[in-house]
T-cell receptor, first 113, second 113 residues
Framework: GDSVTQMEGPVTLSEEAFLTINCTYTATGYPSLFWYVQYPGEGLQLLLKATKADDKGSNKGFEATYRKETTSFHLEKGSVQVSDSAVYFCALNSGGGADGLTFGKGTHLIIQP | ETGVTQTPRHLVMGMTNKKSLKCEQHLGHNAMYWYKQSAKKPLELMFVYSLEERVENNSVPSRFSPECPNSSHLFLHLHTLQPEDSALYLC????????????FGQGTRLTVV
């Protein structure tokens, strides 16, 4: 079955540091890939997505590129802020609505001033 | 405003109580989901409804009972829960078409005492 693997953390960085959160996946067919963010006490918010190989999703300074050859979708940001502290989930959808999304375990990111 | 609203946001219930969680979406989506989020565990897909019909239950204990009276509303009825059922319960919806993202509510934080 489908699966998503991501570093769990916590990942602790200083403000303005460069961020990479690794995500690799196993899936049948050609999945769409997503990054979600969860702030404390909240639900999951879609951060960005990519629907086919070599697509780059971007939002709020975050980027991730769909790499089919390495089955990866790493999340990057050039300069993180304290407000980026949250839990980040990599996810995929390789089917229709009946399947739901497959999520990684989440990476807790802590940004220190 | 995510378009998916969950009530209540917080719920404390005894093991002999009966309660219900409510989810409402205003996005015109065809699929709705219940996920369970526990500390230190991956997101668990509990139930999927597509066009108001249940298509997945993932071996969830019978003390959890979903109901989808129409495409905009989803309930999770709870009875005789155990303390280990304490978690954040997330509702989500999606268009139901191929490889699409899901939109999440803010969740209900459930504590079973």
């Amino acid at each position: 079955g489908d699966s998503v693997t991501q570093m769990e953390g916590p990942v602790t960085l200083s403000e303005e540091a460069f961020l990479t959160i690794n995500c690799t996946y196993t899936a049948t067919g050609y999945p769409s890939l997503f990054w979600y963010v969860q702030y404390p006490g909240e639900g999951l918010q879609l951060l960005l997505k990519a629907t086919k190989a070599d697509d780059k999703g971007s939002n709020k300074g975050f980027e991730a590129t769909y790499r089919k050859e390495t089955t990866s979708f790493h999340l990057e940001k050039g300069s993180v802020q304290v407000s980026d502290s949250a839990v980040y989930f990599c996810a995929l959808n390789s089917g229709g609505g009946a399947d739901g999304l497959t999520f990684g375990k989440g990476t807790h990111l802590i940004i220190q001033p | 405003e995510t378009g998916v609203t969950q009530t209540p946001r917080h719920l404390v219930m005894g093991m002999t109580n009966k309660k219900s969680l409510k989810c409402e979406q205003h996005l015109g989506h065809n699929a709705m989901y219940w996920y369970k989020q526990s500390a230190k565990k991956p997101l668990e897909l509990m139930f999927v409804y597509s066009l108001e019909e249940r298509v997945e239950n993932n071996s969830v204990p019978s003390r959890f009972s979903p109901e989808c009276p129409n495409s905009s509303h989803l309930f999770l009825h709870l009875h005789t829960l155990q303390p280990e059922d304490s978690a954040l319960y997330l509702c989500a919806s999606s268009p139901g078409s191929w490889n699409t993202e899901a939109f999440f509510g803010q969740g209900t934080r459930l504590t079973v005492v």
